[in-house]
């Protein structure tokens, strides 16, 4: 019997896995990913394709790309506490209406589409026509008025957001 096994504390040792800081490749002894696995991999926003190569040679771009980089999944997570934020209280979501009625700027004869959940919570609180639309994503708010219609994602927001914060 090992001492995982019996009770007794292991403390975790990190192993490395030595590979070429030139190459992106994964190490010959990882399994190969499984259907479900691949699915995730091809869902999941990538990096962008570029040589590794031509960053190596260019500290000024490294640092840009990582930045940029940091930038994005800064904007990942700022979505994602987003989403949570709503789905813990829909009510949330009639301050990003609220923005989109300012940006439209007719709010007279605004009428805002939302999912049925936000739609129903947000009916009250929003002074103008709220409209359940099942087509639209969570968090996306579609304001329509005389003048056009303005379309905002909380993906979208997020990005700003995070943008933003690095340019500051």
Same mark, same amino acid.
Not at 98 to 103: K, M, V, Y
Not at 119 to 122: D, G, I, K, N, V
């Given at each position: ?7 007794e504390?292991v %403390?975790?040792?990190? =192993?490395?896995v030595r590979?070429s800081p ?8 990882a %399994? $190969?990913p ?7 991999m091809r869902? +999941?926003p990538s990096?962008?394709?570029? %040589? %590794?190569?031509?960053?190596?040679c260019?500290?000024?771009g490294? +640092? $840009? !790309? ?5 930038v994005r999944l +800064?904007?990942?997570? /700022?979505? =994602?506490?987003?989403?949570?934020a709503i789905?813990r209280?829909?009510l949330?979501v009639? *301050?990003?209406v609220?923005? +989109?009625?300012?940006?439209s700027?007719d709010?007279s004869?605004a009428?805002?589409r939302l999912r049925?959940?936000e $739609?129903?919570? /947000?009916a009250g609180a929003?002074? /103008?026509d709220?409209v ?8 996306e708010v579609?304001v329509e008025c005389?003048?056009?219609t303005?379309? !905002? ?5 997020? *990005?700003r957001?995070?943008? !933003?914060a690095a340019d $500051?």
């Open positions: 019997m090992d001492a995982s096994q019996s009770g504390f %403390p975790f040792v990190p =192993r490395r590979r030139l190459t992106d490749v994964e190490p010959p002894s %399994p $190969a499984s259907d479900s696995e691949n699915d995730a869902a +999941a990096l962008p394709a570029q %040589p %590794p190569f031509a960053l190596a260019d500290p000024a490294r +640092a $840009a !790309a990582v930045r940029e980089e940091a +800064a904007g990942l997570a /700022c979505a =994602r506490a987003l989403h949570e789905a209280n829909p949330f009639t *301050r990003f609220e923005d +989109a009625l300012r940006a700027g709010t004869r009428r805002v049925p959940v $739609a129903s919570t /947000c929003v002074k /103008c709220v359940a639309d099942d087509a639209l994503e969570p968090g579609v005389d003048r056009g303005v379309r !905002a994602t909380i993906e979208e927001r997020a *990005r957001l995070a943008r !933003a $500051a």
